[in-house]
Each structure stands twice: as C-alpha cells, then as structure tokens.
C-alpha cells in the first residue's frame, strides 16, 4: 500500500509540473505584449511612455531570458508565490483566494447534483424489469450530454428566473442564486455519470459473481446495490475524479452567462488583458485540484477493489 501511495503522489508531482510548464511556455509565445496591453487596458488608457514601458517589464521579469523566467517563477511557484498581477498589481495567490470561495461553491453543489442525479439514472434505469422505462431512461443522458451548457443555463433562466421567477437570474444572492448555475453545470456531468455507470452496471449484473449471489437467495434490491453496484462503480468513480477538473474549467462560462462572482471571471477578465502571472495561476490552481481529486480517487481504489494494490506487472521473461 505504501509504494501504491508513493506512486501515486510522484504521478501528481509529475502532473503539476508539466502544467506549469506547459502553460508557461503557451502563454509567453502567445503574440503581444502582457506590458503594453497593460498600459493601455488594464490601468490606464493614456499612452505610456517607452521608458515606463521598460521599468514595468524589468519589474516583473518580463526582460529576461525566457529560461530565466522560467526557472525564476518555477522557484517562486514551489513556495505557492506566482507573482503580481499585471492588471491590478495584487499578488495572484490573493486574487485567487479571494475569488475561490463562490467557485468552490458552485463546484461542489454542481458535483453534489450529478452524482445523485447520475447515480440515480443509471441505478433505476438497470432496476426496472420494464424494457420500454429502461430505454427510455438510458435514452436521457446521450441527450443531455449533447445539450451546450450555455443554451441549457439560458434556457433555464428564460423558464425558472424570467417566467415563473422562482430563482434569480444573475448574482450571488445567496442558496437560491447557486441554483440555477449548479443545475446547467450537472447536466452534462450527471449525464456522463449516468451513461458509465450504467453500461457498467449492466455488464456486472451478468458476471458470475452475482449469479452465485442471485442463486444463494439474495433479494434483487441486495444483488444490485449491495454486490453489483460497488464492483460497477469504478470506471465512473474515475470519471467522476476526472469530471472535477472540467467542472471547474466550465465555471468560466457558467459564471460568466449567470455574472456570478468567482475564478472564471477573474480568469475571463486576466486573459482579456494578458494578465500572463495570472492566468498562469488559475492553471496551475486547475491542475492542483484536478491532480488532488484524482489522487483521493486514486486511494480509494483498494477500498473498493484490493486486487489494485496487490496487483504487480507480469513478467514475460
């Protein structure tokens, strides 16, 4: 179990880095100049002067060697210091703290809705005996995944907000104002829960283990929540741990269609003007909690299904 953990957490470096590093070198090739754009959008609109121009790139570092930057901002990160902001002069790591709390919150109630959303799909379209309801059922999340987020979070404030004013349509105003933003987020992740958990669960309820249980007398309600289920739930546990990252890159739209406050405008508005120590925070910060997730995820595993650890590569030799 320990050299298990061990891989595990050298996998995770190993990921954090090479986003870092990816992104570093991404955004310093991307045509422009962060300084200029700056100047002229981010603090000021008057022309700046060639010399000011000088003095704000050797402020952040702008005018050395691209390897330099590179190892002199890569020895900053490992300390959790990413720099300035461009635009507004406030270090990153604040900025990103400040706008984190409403992000976590949309996050985990859109993670919260599709698990039980998608769990639930696909455990009652594999219950009915009723051929027609299980099609039916398995029907739904093939649609709801090819529905854009951002025309289901319209649709839902046209309907729920503009209509029938049940929820308020913008804002931060509270538990009601997460309600429509964390529903237009799970619908594509609970559909794709759905859509694994549920060809998993149909392929483990032929396996020989729960015939054997089936024969022993076990009830149907025992044979599929309590055997099938926990052995079918791996393959959409790895996505739900793959899921978390891509729920936190749809918060830039989500917050953006819904003016929510949170990291996906602070990242929408820092990629408008370059604001290149920035963005490359909320990177970096992205890969951090995708890389976190997929590790707990990772441990869970041989709680699940022992065989994981003890498992060792064949030998041909």
Do not use: C
């Not at 986003?19 to 609109?45: C, I, K, Q, R």
């Amino acid at each position: 179990m320990g050299r298990y953990v061990l891989r595990r957490l050298a996998q995770a470096v190993g990921v954090l880095w090479a986003a870092y590093t990816v992104s570093f070198f991404v955004l310093e090739f991307l045509p422009g100049d962060p300084v200029s754009a700056m100047a002229g959008g981010g603090l000021t609109s008057s022309p700046v002067d060639p010399a000011e121009l000088a003095a704000l790139r050797a402020q952040y570092g702008f005018d050395k060697p691209i390897v330099v930057q590179y190892f002199d901002y890569l020895g900053r990160a490992l300390v959790g210091d990413f720099g300035d902001s461009v635009a507004t002069g406030r270090s990153v790591t604040g900025t990103i703290a400040a706008a984190l709390p409403p992000t976590l919150q949309l996050t985990a109630a859109a993670l919260v809705l599709a698990v039980l959303f998608g769990g639930g799909l696909a455990v009652s379209a594999t219950y009915t005996s009723r051929r027609w309801l299980r099609q039916v059922l398995l029907s739904v999340p093939p649609l709801a995944i090819s529905i854009p987020s951002f025309w289901a979070g319209l649709m839902l404030v046209q309907l729920l907000s503009f209509r029938i004013r049940l929820f308020p349509a913008f804002g931060n105003a509270g538990l009601a104002g997460l309600v429509l933003p964390a529903v237009t987020l799970a619908i594509p992740t609970g559909a794709l829960i759905a859509q694994v958990l549920a060809k998993s669960l149909l392929a483990t309820l032929d396996a020989p283990f729960v015939q054997t249980a089936r024969a022993k007398g076990a009830g149907r309600i025992r044979v599929h929540l309590r055997h099938a289920l926990r052995s079918a739930s791996l393959p959409a546990l790895t996505i739900v741990g793959l899921l978390v990252g891509q729920l936190v890159a749809s918060a830039v739209v989500i917050e953006t269609v819904f003016s929510r406050n949170g990291l996906g405008r602070v990242m929408a508005g820092a990629v408008s003007v370059q604001d290149i120590p920035l963005v490359q925070g909320v990177v970096v910060f992205g890969a951090f909690v995708f890389v976190v997730v997929n590790l707990i995820v990772d441990l869970i595993y041989p709680v699940l299904d022992p065989r994981i650890v003890v498992a060792r590569p064949r030998s041909y030799a």
